[in-house]
């Protein structure tokens, strides 16, 4: 079974660019979550899809971030116009069921985003 | 989310057990505890998860005290492959505080030869 899948691996784009990262979760897991790692930083929770629905965007930075899951599947989280602080590496993980007895998230390699 | 405290760095030898302790003073009752590893530049990977006492896997063992304010995570004999960060991650399975999983710095565990 393929794990969690994220693309590109790595993007170098110029300040005030868009870049749009794009995530695959495992088959039949509903939950989607995106994280990010900036320079130095602990990961950091963004935001949380069950299905389509954004369940909770309560760690979004600010509105430059953009996140979507059309029809409950893959995810794009899409920043515009992208700052030198956005830099860093943007994890996606997904997850079965909150309620199943083993509710781990899969991360995916994560994608480095790189705002110079 | 309850706050977590982990020793930043360990090192150790092949072959050796590892130990690594996390405190958790103000784990709450509906709160279970989680561990993580991550190798370089690849995202994190969940190893263990328990409520109380003692949990087994065939990659670790997860110890928790009766007061549960702390935990234990036992990587028996372990191998170069297992340089990592390691995470503890404490919140409740049942809420949406889980789901967002707060990680903290995590302990760097160095394997040497």
């Known amino acids: 079974e393929a794990g969690v899948t994220q693309f590109p691996s790595h993007s170098v784009i110029e300040k005030g660019q868009t870049v749009t990262l794009r995530c695959d979760p495992i088959s039949g897991h509903d939950n989607l979550y995106w994280y990010r790692r900036v320079m130095g930083k602990e990961i950091k929770f963004l935001l949380h899809?069950?299905?389509?629905?954004?369940?909770?965007e309560s760690g979004m930075p600010n509105n430059r971030f953009l996140a979507e899951r059309t029809g409950g599947t893959y995810s794009t989280l899409k920043v515009q116009p992208a700052e030198l602080e956005d830099s860093g590496v943007y994890f996606c993980?997904?997850?079965?069921?909150?309620?199943?007895?083993?509710?781990?998230?899969?991360f995916g390699p994560g994608t480095r985003l790189t705002v110079t | 989310l309850a706050k977590t405290t982990q020793p930043i760095s360990m090192d150790s030898y092949e072959g050796q057990e590892v130990n690594i302790t996390c405190s958790h003073n103000?784990?709450?009752?509906?709160?279970?505890i989680t561990w993580y590893q991550q190798f370089p530049s690849q995202g994190p990977r969940f190893i263990i998860q328990?409520?109380?006492t003692k949990v087994t896997n065939e990659v670790a063992s997860l110890f928790i005290p009766a007061d549960r304010k702390s935990s234990t995570l036992s990587l028996p004999r372990v191998s170069l492959s297992d340089t990592a960060v390691y995470y503890c991650l404490v919140g409740d399975r049942f809420s949406g505080g889980y789901n967002k999983l707060i990680f903290g710095a995590g302990t760097r565990l160095a394997v040497h030869p």
């Open positions: 899809f069950v299905k389509e629905s954004k369940q909770d």
């Open positions: 993980a997904s997850s079965l069921e909150r309620a199943a007895q083993n509710d781990e998230q899969y």
């Open positions: 103000n784990i709450a009752t509906n709160d279970y």
């Open positions: 328990g409520y109380k």
